[in-house]
């Protein structure tokens, strides 16, 4: 399998081990399947639903297709909610976390990128169009500038519990050159 997912996975592993198993998680903008998948296998969840705006022919798990706007789940439906590099991809990221947050009971964990640079945001670029345009995934390059999300999670009553940051998704030269742009994020439902 695909070595950035596996890295990935081990830095999440670490993060949600003291909370797991949940009874319901909720994967949002699933793609393929793999993290719905492996969340189950690595008992993360009990049960997890998967939602996306578009099937992949080859899936590990079938998401549920939403509009891409209102998910369809009432207000705190799941233990854990999270979003594996999906919000940049969203046409308003910042609505799409609000949705996010609104159908997170207790955990929201998401993995994305920031940037503070020219560089850094070009780089992304590069990156989102080598690794999504075979899919047929926009890339939209609305990545995070700084820590812009972190006000919006806060304002819907979480409370950050770790920032993996620098995440280390890549190794060698290619994680010097972009692991300062990825990070791995859990946050508790305070209120």
Not at 24 to 47: I, M, P, V
Not at 129 to 139: A, H
Not at 155 to 166: E, T, W
Request: with cysteine.
């Amino acid at each position: 399998m695909n070595p950035y997912r596996r890295r990935v996975l081990q830095l999440v592993r670490d993060l949600l081990e003291p909370y797991a198993p949940v009874p319901t998680a909720l994967d949002f903008g699933c793609g393929d399947g793999w993290f719905a998948h492996s969340f189950q296998q690595e008992r993360f969840a009990q049960a997890v639903s998967a939602v996306d705006v578009q099937t992949r022919r080859r899936c590990f798990v079938q998401p549920q297709m939403y509009d891409g706007v209102h998910l369809p789940f009432a207000d705190r439906s799941f233990e854990l909610v999270y979003s594996m590099d999906v919000l940049h991809h969203c046409p308003d990221p910042g609505q799409s976390l609000r949705e996010v947050l609104r159908c997170s009971k207790d955990l929201l964990l998401i993995k994305d990128h920031t940037y503070s640079s020219t560089t850094g945001w070009m780089t992304l670029c590069v990156l989102d169009e080598l690794g999504n345009r075979r899919f047929g995934v926009p890339s939209r390059y609305q990545y995070q500038r700084g820590w812009e999300w972190l006000a919006v999670i806060e304002s819907a009553g979480f409370a950050l519990q770790k920032l993996v940051y620098p995440a280390a998704c890549h190794p060698r030269l290619l994680g010097l050159a972009t692991n300062h742009l990825q990070f791995i994020g859990l946050w508790r439902r305070a209120n």
